[in-house]
């Protein structure tokens, strides 16, 4: 039998969905799942999208290019103006959504063998790229007790090496729901601007931001154009997951005339996708405030109500539409996956992700999973009941 690559046996499991056999069983047995593991709203995109699909003429479905339709290009320039980022078409490569900009950025800023430092915990898809590109992440551990804050600036000159090209950060954070300030932006940024390196952000939630606070980007990083790279994606903004179109931006010419290479050996991103993201543009400002206004009622509805029960914590998030809870149990792994297999409360349970996964160092994250606040609020409801009456019976709990 041919021999699997070591790249292959490397790359890791994703737990957000390994879990989803189990889930599967547990539905063919008749139990119904509340599936709080993914990033999946059920939000509805803008309707203008479903307008614009319905009305393609195109007989054909032909290539774009490789950079994307230059109208939706320029859709993002005035889109990312109106956010105060100054952008020019030419920054911008559409992608296949968000993960394959993350891609692009590890092939074309770090060789194999270099490293990336990232706060933890992380986007767990985040190790996945690192393995496909060959580079090496380095954890800089934050903590719940925290409420998973930046770490000290000391904590990052420690793990600077010979072989250290770039800082990742995503904000507001998955799988924290942690929103970064303005200082501590440029924190990084100071970082960066010492040792010459990238400073990559995700920035795929920075509709989500609440209680008043504000989202500060890094493209708004003053005399840092060369060493800035931004990570976007239609996904959560416009509830449009499946659609996969992000986007790769950098104000450096030659990492964009490199990353370049890389979008012409993929070919191009979604026609189709490209003219749902364009007209999602479009999405009137009453969408986003109803958007708004039902993910602070389900994150005030999921984190009180995570706080009431008996030896759980969870910070409030200040972004996107993740926390990170602590539970009263010995191994997160075991009890998401128990939940499923050997536990249903009036035939339904509830699908929650390990965050371990979501951890580089071994051992931590063993009593936290991530919960996504994406379901409407009766559903939110019933699920976290089950969850407290599957912690109360739960073998493995420590209180």
């Keep these: 039998m041919p021999r699997v690559s070591n790249k292959g046996q490397e790359m890791p499991a994703s737990p957000i969905r390994r879990l989803l056999p189990y889930a599967n069983l547990a539905k063919s ?5 509340y599936r ?3 990033g999946q709203p059920d939000i509805k995109a803008p309707s203008g999208v479903f307008n614009a699909l319905k009305t393609l003429a195109d007989s054909t479905m032909a290539y774009t290019d490789s950079a994307g339709y230059p109208y939706y290009r320029d859709g993002l320039v005035e889109y990312y103006k109106n956010i105060g980022i100054k952008l020019a078409p030419e920054d911008i490569i559409v992608t296949n959504g968000g993960s394959e900009a993350i891609i692009f950025a590890f092939l074309t800023c770090l060789d194999p ?6 706060p933890e915990p992380f986007y767990a898809n985040y190790n996945g790229f690192a393995v496909q590109a060959g580079v090496k992440i380095v954890p800089i551990p934050s903590s719940i007790q925290n409420d998973f804050a930046l770490p000290p600036v000391e904590e990052f000159e420690k793990r600077i090496s010979a072989r250290t090209r770039a800082i990742l950060i995503c904000n507001p954070n998955n799988p924290t729901g942690y929103l970064y300030s303005q200082q501590e932006i440029e924190q990084l940024g100071a970082i960066v601007k010492k040792h010459d390196l990238f400073l990559m952000a995700d920035e795929v939630y920075r509709e989500f931001c609440y209680d008043g606070a504000k989202h500060y980007s890094i493209m708004q990083l003053p005399g840092l154009e060369e060493n800035t790279v931004l990570f976007d994606s239609v996904s959560k903004r416009y509830s449009m997951c499946g659609v996969r179109i992000g986007a790769f931006i950098t104000r450096n010419k030659e990492l964009i005339k490199n990353a370049m290479k890389f979008a012409q050996a993929r070919l191009c991103p979604s026609s189709i996708g490209q003219n749902a993201a364009y007209s999602a543009l479009f ?18 509805f999921m984190v ?7 030896g759980v914590y969870s910070p409030n998030p200040k ?3 993740y926390t990170v809870a602590k539970l009263p149990i010995d191994d997160a792994d075991r009890f ?6 050997s536990f249903s409360y009036t035939g339904k349970t509830v699908m929650v992700a390990p965050a371990t996964g979501f951890y580089a160092t071994p051992g931590l994250g063993k009593n936290e999973v991530r919960l996504a606040y994406v379901l409407k609020i009766d559903d939110l409801r ?9 912690l109360a019976i739960y073998p493995g709990r420590t209180l």
């Design 382 to 390: 019933e699920a976290l009941f089950i969850l407290k009456e599957g």
């Design 36 to 38: 709080l593991n993914i």
């Design 283 to 300: 999405a009137p400002k009453a969408y986003f405030e109803e958007v708004y206004n039902e993910y602070i009622a389900r994150r005030n």
């Design 304 to 310: 009180q109500t995570l706080n009431k029960m008996e």
């Design 29 to 33: 047995r008749g139990v119904d799942v």
């Design 113 to 118: 063998g270099d490293e990336v430092i990232i």
């Design 319 to 321: 972004g996107a539409f």
């Design 336 to 341: 998401a996956q128990w939940m499923l297999e």
